[in-house]
């Protein structure tokens, strides 16, 4: 079986989770990457805007195509209580083409909601 855990991580903690999983799982592992920095004090509120607005920033292309794969891994972090805005964008552009997903998220609040929402996106219609 062919697994794929791709993860977004603005403070390192998801890719840590992320790069566990992979090992134990021995699966390949690739990082969605902003277009633009969050980091600093601005980066910080421009995420959280996002991430409650539902906005789709811009993110790099990936090397890896999901569709490739039996079983992708989805992992987030959890901001204001919703999904970040880099996984929402690529969920948007290639949830549809996923086969099997599993989600995991790093958050200090219930992550119920966040859940919901990436399987929502991921599903086809």
Excluded: H
Aim: a positive charge; proline letters at 3%.
């Amino acid at each position: 079986m062919r697994v794929l855990v791709i993860f977004y991580s603005r403070t390192g903690n998801t890719r840590r989770v992320a790069e566990a999983i992979a090992e134990r799982l021995k699966a390949d592992i690739e990082e969605i990457r902003d277009v633009k920095s969050r980091s600093g004090v601005l980066g910080f509120l421009r995420s959280g805007y996002e991430a409650l607005a539902g906005k789709l920033p811009k993110i790099q292309q990936v090397s890896r195509s999901p569709d490739e794969y039996d079983l992708v891994l989805i992992g987030s972090p959890v901001w204001v209580g919703r999904l970040s805005s880099p996984m929402r964008a690529y969920l948007a552009i290639y949830g549809r083409s996923i086969k099997q997903t599993a989600f995991f998220c790093t958050c200090k609040s219930d992550e119920g909601r966040v859940f919901k929402e990436m399987e929502a996106l991921s599903k086809n219609r």
